[in-house]
């Protein structure tokens, strides 16, 4: 019997089907799933590039295999270095969703919501496993898309007193302000932003370090979600030195991310690690959350939407 046709999944339907109080629990249970190692529960390369050199970016693909879970997928993401006042999008993604028996595709979706969404849920896991417990002051560095993700499940999450943004224009941070719920204070400087903060954020799209160590309070939580490559960088290495470095995936971290690499410092360990009680969550010193994403994000992300869009057309 022929497969019946993929579903589409749209980006505002994914918007509405995804919530950070379903998909939390789900990434915890994937990290944990992922650090232990088991074919059975995860399979997971390292992601692959292409490089689009003529449009200065690449193309990356994400495959994911859950065995036990019957969950098999695949993210195409194509991720740029725009000029800065560039329209063009920094980050355009698909995900696709296939039958890990017959091997059809049973459904695509717009995969920016999906990336951004649990990029940020991610990284609150991480501050939920690794900050210090009576933190008041949030710092995002950079105010784009991931920027605002980050805002708005930090602060559904977390009780902060005091967020502060800083971007690279203005504008760009005025217009962070306009499009986020709650109030927000706008810094002339990352180090003006930063300054005496218990959370910082950075999703920026430098390649270049925008947070010095210098200017991190002693304690402070940093998580890194920029500088996806071998040669980018956000955080500078007297900072990376001076944390304890965590990550989503060591080889993904290793592999991947300028940040480590160029700094030369060890992961002490995955969040999935922490989360299966096999390394310690440092609170007490400055840490470093480095966010590279995976495919098993991907993957428990786009089930959630897929079991969901069923349910609401009684497919």
């Known amino acids: 019997m022929a497969a019946p046709p993929p579903v589409i999944i749209w980006g505002h339907e994914v918007l509405r089907l995804l919530h950070y109080r379903d998909l939390i629990p789900r990434l915890e249970d994937a990290l944990a799933k992922f650090s232990r190692r088991d074919s059975a529960e995860v399979v997971q390369p390292v ?12 193309l ?15 993210k195409l993401v194509c991720f740029y270095n725009r000029e800065e006042g560039s329209t063009l999008p920094p980050v355009q993604a698909t995900v696709v969703l296939l039958d890990p028996e017959y091997g059809n595709v049973k459904a695509v979706m717009e995969g920016e919501v999906i990336t951004c969404m649990r990029t940020a849920a991610v990284s609150a896991i991480s501050a939920k496993l690794l900050m210090r417990p009576g933190t008041e002051v949030l710092a995002i560095l950079g105010s784009g898309q991931q920027a605002r993700s980050h805002y708005t499940v930090f602060t559904e999450i977390f009780s902060f007193k005091e967020v502060r943004v800083w971007s690279r224009t203005r504008e760009g941070a005025e217009r962070f302000c306009r499009s986020v719920a709650g109030p927000v204070i706008v810094c ?18 430098s390649t270049e370090p925008v947070l ?5 309070k002693p304690g402070a939580h940093v998580a890194a979600v920029g500088a996806c490559r071998p040669d980018w960088r956000e955080l500078d290495d007297a900072l990376m030195k001076e944390a ?21 410092v060890e992961v002490f360990a995955e969040l999935g690690d922490v989360l299966n009680g096999t390394k310690a969550a ?11 994403g995976m ?5 428990v992300s786009a089930k959630l939407v897929f079991d969901k869009h069923k349910n609401s057309h009684n497919l």
């Open 282 to 292: 440092h609170r007490e010193k400055t840490t470093v959350f480095k966010s590279l």
């Open 295 to 299: 495919g098993v994000e991907d993957a």
């Open 188 to 205: 002339g400087s990352a180090e003006e932003a930063v300054r005496g903060a218990d959370a910082i954020v950075t999703v920026t799209g």
């Open 244 to 264: 304890v470095v965590y990550a989503d995936s060591r080889e993904g971290a290793t592999a991947e991310s300028g940040d480590v690499i160029l700094s030369g």
């Open 212 to 216: 010095c160590g210098h200017w991190v």
């Open 47 to 58: 992601r692959t590039t292409v490089a689009l050199q003529k449009h200065r970016g690449f």
């Open 60 to 74: 990356g693909m994400m495959p994911c295999y859950m065995e036990n879970d019957g969950v098999l997928c695949t």
